[in-house]
């Protein structure tokens, strides 16, 4: 694939664009190339305003070019996107079914990063992620990620079933947040075609 010109990354929930492995990434881009497009939104509750913001904010990129990578449910939005799209895309211990996980969490949530900032997760939201679930990884050869054996939210065995035949790296131990995510992003920038 050509080197990217354009980077979409998608946080996870509860999450914000303030998210470590998103700082870190994007920080890491803006000193070594520059001259890749970034974008990292903040992403509204709802699943399906999630997906059209993602789309519709990368509308006029290009198809030879973009990739997207994703963090929990924004690996899940991040394989959306990469289906709907044809784009490369690289995934931080994915969601492989929120709306089954997320079921559990409907009610007043606070924003990880702001603790005094707090949403509503509907009962709805649900059908919209049932509604966004690809039915196949169509092409696995087009996916990277990593994933942590030591993940204490996501089931890491499933992670690596739906992406069987894509390019993860399986880690020992570890955490949900990836907490050693520095010492992997030489794996991320190549996988990516940045390095």
């Not at 000193?31 to 904010?57: D, F, K, N």
């Not at 949403?119 to 994933?147: C, K, Q």
Request: hydrophobic share 40%; proline share 8%; glycine share 8%.
């Amino acid at each position: 694939m050509p080197r990217p010109t354009h980077l979409l990354y998608l946080h996870g929930f509860r999450s914000s664009p303030r998210s470590f492995k998103a700082q870190r990434l994007l920080g890491w881009l803006a000193l070594h190339r520059p001259e890749v497009q970034t974008w990292c939104p903040q992403l509204p509750p709802s699943p399906r305003l999630a997906m059209t913001l993602a789309l519709e904010g990368t509308h006029d990129w290009p198809d030879n070019g973009s990739v997207v990578v994703g963090s929990s449910l924004g690996g899940f939005y991040a394989t959306a996107v990469a289906e709907a799209r044809g784009w490369p895309a690289l995934l931080l211990n994915p969601a492989v079914d929120p709306a089954r996980d997320l079921a559990a969490h409907i009610g007043e949530q606070t924003a990880f990063h702001d603790p005094g900032e707090a949403f509503f997760f509907r009962a709805d939201y649900v059908d919209e992620l049932r509604a966004l679930t690809p039915a196949a990884i169509t092409r696995p050869e087009r996916y990277a990620g990593l994933v942590t054996q030591g993940d204490e939210v996501l089931d890491w065995r499933e992670m690596a079933a739906r992406y069987a035949g894509s390019r993860l790296r399986v880690l020992a131990g570890g955490d949900h947040a990836i907490s050693d995510f520095e010492s992997h992003l030489p794996f991320v920038v190549s996988e990516l075609g940045l390095g």
